[in-house]
């Protein structure tokens, strides 16, 4: 069976398409991993929790009264599950996985901005707006990333949001993990704190992948553990500390008022919850997405995060079939080289 085909809800690929024309874009073939497909199967395994985390959490938007009764009697929203702007930059972060084996930030943010300029309502916050209107319009995502925010970048947790499969991806070389997590966000995010939050998303899915078959399964703090002894200095690696000092009696509410759950939409208001919740439910994806969906907040972008966190300890088969075939289907854009031909 193809790769592809393996991932339910899946669209056939195909080819990404330049911003002005009908052209295919060329890229050199570049020399990928000799484990380059297995490596991917990981990333697609992420993403498949990623978006259906994300779409599960954007249909608890609306009166909070309402959210919180379907939460409390734990009543998955009626289909179809539309996802929103995180599972869009996720597909585009896959993508370039699949044709580079590492990201090349010039092809990403290519990427982002045909996605963007295709299916301009998915979400996308003003300054990604801005940032991606202008990539799409010629300009260096060098010099786009740092227009809205006054030079300094931002510290949004946009750049945290999409990078579970990556972390999928290089969970076995934790060091060039951090190197291509922080090269997946620096295009859209120059702010080193909004870095950060990409770094421990990252961390944290390796831990994840890592663990998975773990005959002692890890506590709540190994995984927060890990995550903050590799990640930079920032306000969210000091929310992630945070996060271990919490007693393993905290409740979900008192987590969010400790931490936050992306209210402000910030990487350090949202990641450090993020790892919380995905810590405590490395085995149960569906208990994962319930709990951090309660904490309401920026509930599309926490579940994203929890989702393409906790699916790679919990594996596909954790996931309900009914929501992912409640999601609507992804469309990845470019197709892997066919298997068992040689590396150029």
Same mark, same amino acid.
């Given at each position: 069976m193809s790769l592809w085909k393996s991932i339910p809800n899946c669209d056939t690929l195909r080819p990404c398409l330049s911003l002005r024309t009908n052209s295919q874009i060329l890229y050199p073939m570049p020399a990928l991993p000799p484990d380059h497909e297995a490596r991917v199967q990981r990333a697609l395994v992420s993403l498949q929790g990623l978006s259906v985390g994300d779409s599960f959490g954007e249909r608890f938007f609306g009166p909070p009264g309402r959210a919180q009764e379907l939460i409390a009697k734990r009543l998955p929203p009626p289909p179809k599950w539309s996802y929103t702007d995180d599972t869009a930059m996720a597909l585009s972060v896959v993508d370039t996985l699949v044709e580079h084996g590492r990201i090349d930030q010039d092809y990403l943010a290519i990427a982002f901005a045909k996605r963007f300029n295709d299916e301009p309502d998915r979400g996308y916050g003003g300054g990604a707006r801005q940032i991606l209107d202008s990539i799409g319009a010629g300009v260096s995502w060098r010099i786009a990333a740092a227009e809205p925010f006054g030079g300094e970048g931002s510290q949004g947790n946009g750049a945290a949001m999409r990078v579970a499969p990556l972390g999928a991806y290089f969970a076995d070389d934790i060091d060039s993990l951090v190197d291509q997590a922080l090269a997946s966000a620096q295009v859209t995010h120059l702010h080193p704190d909004g870095q950060a939050g990409a770094v421990a998303v990252a961390l944290a899915a390796a831990f994840a992948w890592q663990s998975r078959d773990s005959t002692t399964p890890p506590s709540a703090a190994d995984l927060l553990r890990f995550v903050e002894s590799r990640m930079p200095p920032s306000e969210t690696r000091q929310g992630v500390r945070t996060a271990l000092s919490l007693p393993s009696t905290t409740t979900v509410d008192q987590a969010a008022s400790a931490l936050g759950a992306g209210y402000r939409i910030t990487s350090a208001d949202t990641v450090p919850f993020s &790892? %919380?919740?995905?810590?405590?439910? *490395?085995? =149960?994806?569906?208990?994962? &997405? %319930?709990?951090?969906?309660?904490? *309401?907040? =920026?509930?599309?972008?926490?579940?994203?995060?929890?989702?393409?966190?906790?699916?790679?300890?919990?594996?596909?088969?954790?996931?309900p079939e009914r929501w992912i075939l409640s999601r609507e289907s992804l469309s990845l854009r470019y197709r892997p080289r066919p298997q068992g031909l040689p590396n150029p």
């Open positions: &790892l %919380w919740c995905a810590s405590r439910s *490395l085995s =149960d994806y569906e208990a994962a &997405l %319930w709990a951090t969906v309660s904490a *309401l907040g =920026d509930r599309d972008t926490t579940c994203a995060i929890v989702g393409g966190i906790v699916v790679l300890s919990a594996g596909l088969h954790s996931i």
